[in-house]
């Protein structure tokens, strides 16, 4: 992919991947996230620059620096910079959201052990 080119996330007939904005011009990352497996979801973390989560389809759990809330499709959630966050797969429908992270290069702490 040039700069000004477009990124296939279609991958095996699903829909997943993740770009790095430095790899190809861009001051943002994305994270697609596309899946039906109940639970589904990253450990706890933080990253030093903003994260925002564009919800598709579906539902998520999210843990934003200890408090708990719901999202579903329709909905757009922002974790600020140094905020620890997670979120897990909660729906019956399959979860599909962008997530956008306001740096050129995926930056990420992990807080919990895997």
Do not use: C
Not at 69 to 91: D, E, I, S
Request: net charge negative; charged share 20%.
């Amino acid at each position: 992919m040039t700069a000004t080119g477009v990124l296939d996330f279609l991958v095996d007939g699903a829909m997943s991947g993740q770009l790095a904005g430095r790899d190809h011009g861009s001051t943002v990352s994305v994270i697609l996230v596309d899946t039906d497996e109940p639970g589904a979801g990253p450990r706890l973390h933080q990253h030093p620059y903003d994260e925002t989560f564009v919800m598709h389809s579906g539902e998520a759990e999210f843990t934003i620096a200890g408090e708990r809330l719901t999202a579903r499709a329709g909905q757009v959630v922002v974790v600020p910079p140094w905020t620890p966050h997670k979120f897990t797969n909660t729906g019956t429908d399959r979860l599909v959201m962008t997530n956008i992270h306001a740096n050129d290069e995926f930056v990420t702490e992990w807080l919990e052990e895997s």
